[in-house]
């Protein structure tokens, strides 16, 4: 069974910075998709960025060039670096591992872009 916590979410002004992490246990099989998903208050969730096991990258044209997504295979993570945040970023984040038919999915962590 896959776990998945994420930390890393709080208050940021608009233009700053902010990294997520998503803390992995259990064993993955491959293949699998990791991914980033976000739920904007009052709107349906979203994907945000997602990094294959063979390493392919895709990203949600709102957010290309200012969110990178990446695994430690080491610290058995994945991480999302989040740059040059706006307004429109704040949401609550889910990190999420599909494997086959079978999702698996964090408890979210909210994001605040605010001044």
């Known amino acids: 069974q896959v776990q998945l916590v994420e930390s890393g979410g709080g208050l940021v002004q608009p233009g700053g910075s902010l990294r997520l992490s998503c803390a992995i246990s259990?064993?993955?099989?491959?293949?699998?998709?990791m991914g980033w998903y976000r739920q904007p208050p009052g709107k349906e969730r979203e994907l945000v960025a997602t990094?294959?096991?063979?390493?392919?990258?895709n990203y949600a044209d709102s957010v290309k060039g200012r969110f990178t997504i990446s695994r430690d295979n080491a610290k058995n993570t994945v991480s999302l670096q989040m740059n040059s945040l706006k307004p429109e970023d704040t949401a609550v984040y889910y990190c999420?591992?599909?494997?086959?038919?079978?999702?698996?999915w964090g408890q979210g962590t909210q994001v605040t872009v605010s001044s």
């Open positions: 999420n591992i599909r494997h086959l038919i079978v999702d698996y």
């Open positions: 259990g064993s993955l099989i491959s293949p699998y998709v």
């Open positions: 990094l294959t096991s063979g390493g392919f990258t």
